[in-house]
């Protein structure tokens, strides 16, 4: 069976030069197809200890923890919540804060706690950690909170109502920023990179601030920058008339291409692109295609390779990305030889019975061939993982 998902490592080396060239776009200006948005927290590469409280706000859930930063880094307490009601029309601010308070009255707060709070929507980071909420998405619209600081409101009213003693600061990070920072739990490497492939996709790292034109002379702020690259939104060469259409049908047309190609989110949209008239389930997403792939005897076999060539794919391009990436620290870092990817998501971790494949074996596969063909062969890229990144990441981050 012919693979219109396929592509060469030439294809791939194009792929990762593009990102290239546009990640140093985007540290130039504001605006451009590759955000790389900075954050404003200094990393501590090591020594990081202490205790902090963390809050992490996803789309569905509320988490709240105790995180012991040390020797050895430890979660000593934690609560959680649905918050799925946040999402109800006429949900306010107040409601979201109460709701919140909920869950962090059943922990046992240290004393002067500083608070890591993992927002998981678009803001802007402001100087002092906080960040601006630019637009809320996920399907949640609480109104009066665009365009206002995220932390500082939230910790006055945790003081007032719960009489909580927040008197640290507040650091304020996007998921994509603490599975950056989870990795400084890891220290001994000399970059460091955020991964994120499941329901969506994007990368992080630390960029010197002198490879950030666009914050170059900033008051207030010098040293090693993180940067949320917002890598999803990277259209790439290469892609397939598969793909323009799962783009063309989608809500946000033009945007987003490379997470369209990727994620977990978009993967049943391709394969349902591949056989238009079958009358495939709209709601087809990645674990549709694993189920597929898991049990092939139970479907038809182009379906199930099919399936295999678009994740196969997947990974290949998440590859290519790193590599991309991989080239833009070697810029930065002459010196680089050791790099950490920390990646979270289901779909970078999950594995397949048709052709026994694990999604992170190719990804390492691959990206070792592209590295050699880029001449950059000596660099060593350790794929890691860490049960509860979003919640260590935020602790490492405002304890740095």
């Given at each position: 069976?012919?693979?219109?998902?396929?592509?060469?490592?030439?294809?791939?080396?194009?792929?990762?030069?593009?990102?290239?060239?546009?990640?140093?776009?985007?540290?130039?200006?504001?605006?451009?197809?590759?955000?790389?948005?900075?954050?404003?927290?200094?990393?501590?590469?090591?020594?990081?200890?202490?205790?902090?409280?963390?809050?992490?706000?996803?789309?569905?859930?509320?988490?709240?923890?105790?995180?012991?930063?040390?020797?050895?880094?430890?979660?000593?307490?934690?609560?959680?919540?649905?918050?799925?009601?946040?999402?109800?029309?006429?949900?306010?601010?107040?409601?979201?804060?109460?709701?919140?308070?909920?869950?962090?009255?059943?922990?046992?707060?240290?004393?002067?706690?500083?608070?890591?709070?993992?927002?998981?929507?678009?803001?802007?980071?402001?100087?002092?950690?906080?960040?601006?909420?630019?637009?809320?998405?996920?399907?949640?619209?609480?109104?009066?909170?665009?365009?206002?600081?995220?932390?500082?409101?939230?910790?006055?009213?945790?003081?007032?109502?719960?009489?909580a003693g927040f008197s640290g600061k507040i650091a304020v990070v996007n998921d994509t920023i603490t599975s950056l920072?989870?990795?400084?739990?890891?220290?001994?490497?000399?970059?460091?990179?955020?991964?994120?492939?499941?329901?969506?996709?994007?990368?992080?790292?630390?960029?010197?601030?002198?490879?950030?034109?666009?914050?170059?002379?900033?008051?207030?702020?010098?040293?090693?920058?993180?940067?949320?690259?917002?890598?999803?939104?990277?259209?790439?060469?290469?892609?397939?008339?598969?793909?323009?259409?799962?783009?063309?049908?989608?809500?946000?047309?033009?945007?987003?291409?490379?997470?369209?190609?990727?994620?977990?989110?978009?993967?049943?949209?391709?394969?349902?692109?591949?056989?238009?008239?079958?009358?495939?389930?709209?709601?087809?997403?990645?674990?549709?295609?694993?189920?597929?792939?898991?049990?092939?005897?139970?479907?038809?076999?182009?379906?199930?390779?099919?399936?295999?060539?678009?994740?196969?794919?997947?990974?290949?391009?998440?590859?290519?990305?790193?590599?991309?990436?991989?080239?833009?620290?070697?810029?930065?870092?002459?010196?680089?030889?050791?790099?950490?990817?920390?990646?979270?998501?289901?779909?970078?971790?999950?594995?397949?019975?048709?052709?026994?494949?694990?999604?992170?074996?190719?990804?390492?596969?691959?990206?070792?061939?592209?590295?050699?063909?880029?001449?950059?062969?000596?660099?060593?890229?350790?794929?890691?993982?860490?049960?509860?990144?979003?919640?260590?990441?935020?602790?490492?981050?405002?304890?740095?």
């Open positions: 069976m012919n693979n219109p998902f396929a592509l060469s490592n030439n294809q791939l080396l194009d792929i990762a030069n593009d990102l290239k060239l546009k990640i140093e776009t985007g540290l130039r200006a504001d605006g451009t197809e590759i955000k790389c948005l900075p954050t404003y927290i200094h990393p501590k590469k090591d020594g990081i200890k202490g205790d902090a409280v963390v809050f992490d706000l996803g789309g569905t859930n509320f988490r709240a923890a105790v995180v012991s930063v040390g020797l050895e880094t430890k979660i000593t307490g934690m609560a959680e919540k649905n918050i799925t009601e946040m999402k109800i029309e006429g949900f306010t601010e107040t409601d979201l804060y109460n709701s919140e308070a909920e869950v962090i009255n059943q922990l046992d707060l240290p004393a002067n706690s500083s608070i890591g709070y993992c927002f998981s929507y678009p803001a802007k980071p402001m100087l002092n950690g906080d960040a601006e909420l630019i637009v809320w998405t996920k399907g949640v619209n609480i109104p009066n909170m665009e365009g206002k600081a995220i932390g500082a409101p939230m910790v006055k009213y945790l003081n007032d109502t719960l009489n920072f989870a990795g400084l739990a890891n220290p001994g490497y000399d970059a460091y990179v955020g991964l994120i492939v499941g329901t969506g996709t994007n990368m992080a790292t630390f960029f010197p601030s002198s490879y950030i034109p666009k914050i170059e002379g900033m008051e207030g702020w010098s040293g090693e920058t993180p940067v949320n690259l917002e890598s999803g939104n990277f259209d790439p060469p290469h892609l397939t008339a598969y793909d323009v259409e799962v783009d063309a049908n989608s809500d946000n047309k033009g945007f987003q291409r490379f997470e369209k190609a990727i994620s977990g989110m978009y993967l049943g949209r391709t394969f349902r692109a591949v056989y238009p008239n079958d009358g495939l389930d709209v709601n087809l997403d990645a674990a549709g295609l694993s189920k597929m792939m898991n049990n092939p005897d139970q479907f038809k076999p182009e379906y199930v390779e099919t399936a295999f060539q678009i994740y196969e794919r997947s990974a290949k391009l998440v590859a290519a990305s790193i590599a991309g990436l991989v080239l833009n620290l070697n810029s930065a870092y002459p010196s680089v030889k050791k790099i950490q990817v920390l990646a979270e998501g289901s779909l970078f971790w999950s594995k397949v019975k048709t052709h026994n494949a694990k999604y992170v074996d190719i990804v390492n596969a691959t990206l070792k061939e592209l590295l050699a063909e880029s001449g950059l062969g000596d660099n060593e890229v350790q794929l890691s993982r860490i049960e509860n990144a979003n919640l260590i990441g935020a602790a490492m981050s405002v304890l740095s």
